[in-house]
């Protein structure tokens, strides 16, 4: 099962992003899923919040959490997140979780994706984390997730944030914002 992973995320992380066909892809049950494949271990666990109260209308009519983007490349972006937070961040606790927020904000979707972890290295922000080859220091990966992420949300007309905040809780936070569909 554990080779089966590797092998799965070595594939997704392995090929330059491409722009594949478009689909509606409602969030909450794809980052559903997108947990119960992708564990880790025991001392691993999720989070989910959704703000159901942000997917109403003026007359409170369900705005439902659809967003037009290519399932493979999401899931590609959802491990890379997930994966620079093992990698990078999960070092010295026992316990880590990452944290999955899905709220809307007028007419875009939004998605954190949040880690108890460390916070980034000093001097490396959203500018290195998305420059092709670059990392920090002492990381063992090629430098091209954070790059894969941003280019793969701009190809879906996203916009991607991160906030590097050391004295919180969940210090990394990554802001995936995508225009909300109607099915």
Do not use: C, W
Not at 85 to 100: N, P, R, T
Not at 130 to 144: N, Q
Not at 170 to 176: I, K, M, N, Q, S
């Amino acid at each position: 099962n554990v080779d089966a992973l590797i092998e799965s995320l070595s594939n997704l992380l392995e090929n330059a992003p491409e722009k594949g066909s478009a689909e509606v892809v409602n969030v909450v049950e794809f980052v559903t899923q997108f947990q119960q494949e992708f564990t880790f271990d025991s001392k691993f666990t999720y989070l989910f919040l959704i703000d159901d109260l942000s997917f109403q209308d003026e007359e409170f009519l369900e705005i439902s959490p659809n967003i037009s983007i290519n399932r493979t490349q999401f899931k590609k972006v959802l491990s890379n997140i997930v994966s620079n937070a093992i990698e990078h961040g999960f070092i010295g606790k026992d316990e880590y979780s990452i944290f999955f927020t899905i709220m809307a904000e007028g007419k875009s979707l939004i998605l954190e994706v949040a880690n108890n972890g460390k916070p980034m290295a000093e001097g490396f922000g959203f500018k290195e984390l998305t420059t092709r080859g670059e990392k920090t220091v002492d990381s063992k990966g090629s430098g091209l997730g954070g790059y894969d992420i941003q280019t793969i949300i701009d190809m879906y007309d996203g916009k991607l944030e991160l906030e590097n905040n050391p004295e919180d809780d969940f210090p990394v936070v990554y802001r995936l914002r995508f225009p909300l569909i109607s099915e």
